[in-house]
């Protein structure tokens, strides 16, 4: 594999590259973020390991900039950083593993050679569709049988989630983190009362329904069955 290590440590980094040399690897090392990210995007590789802590640009800015470049490489941070709610952070981020340092070389080798062996990532969606309800994700803009539907902010991030989420049953928790960013029960009835917004505009106007309550667990978005 041809893998890129953008890794501002220089005793960490000659200890990765060499291990991955001596596999049988090709290793570019780069130790400014900003610099990291402009090899990223010019040179092809099936693997990218990055630290989060970097001068330039720091590693979730890389990565969501990749992202955002529809660029599919493989990414794995590897960082001292490693709370629950940082690796999440990270994963959200658009990267696809989080190894937490100090770490074995063995172990980053595997998730490394898992990596690669992954098919490459196809370029994401920008229209979601769900029987006859339409998201352009470009545009901002919701329609149903070809009709406009007019969406505030947070109800468009909503029905993304759900439509994102076809045909499972996300529950209120999920739904609170997801479109509102909360990670506790704030107690209120937000989701609620957003979902029976969105029913009212997506749902009520049209014969078949999409959006279903699931009793106690929470709720799904699907074509009639």
């Known amino acids: 594999m041809r893998i890129l290590l953008i890794e501002d440590d220089t005793k960490t980094s000659d200890y990765i590259a060499k291990g991955f040399s001596e596999a049988g690897h090709v290793c570019d090392v780069f130790g400014d973020g900003r610099d990291g990210l402009f090899q990223a995007q010019r040179e092809a590789y099936d693997v990218i390991v990055v630290d ?24 794995l941070f590897l960082t001292s950083i490693g709370g629950v709610d940082d690796r999440v952070e990270g994963l959200e981020a658009g990267g696809d593993d989080y190894l937490t340092k100090p770490f074995a070389f063995s172990e980053l080798m595997a998730r490394v050679n898992a990596l690669g062996r992954r ?19 470009i545009r901002r803009e919701a329609r149903r049988a070809g009709q406009v539907i007019e969406l505030q ?71 009639p069955r």
């Open 52 to 75: 989060r802590m970097l001068p330039g640009l720091d590693g979730l800015a890389i990565v969501r900039s990749l992202r955002a470049a529809k660029v599919g490489t493989s990414a």
């Open 119 to 137: 098919p490459p990532v196809q370029e994401q969606r920008t229209v979601l569709k769900v029987a006859d309800l339409e998201l352009d994700l």
């Open 153 to 223: 902010p947070r109800e468009f991030t909503l029905l993304e989630v759900l439509m994102r989420g076809e045909g499972r049953v996300l529950t209120k928790t999920m739904l609170l983190e997801r479109v509102w960013d909360f990670h506790f029960d704030p107690k209120t009835s937000v989701v609620e009362t957003h979902i029976s917004r969105l029913r009212a505009k997506v749902d009520k106007p049209f014969q078949a329904q999409l959006l279903h309550t699931v009793r106690n667990t929470g709720y799904s978005l699907h074509a």
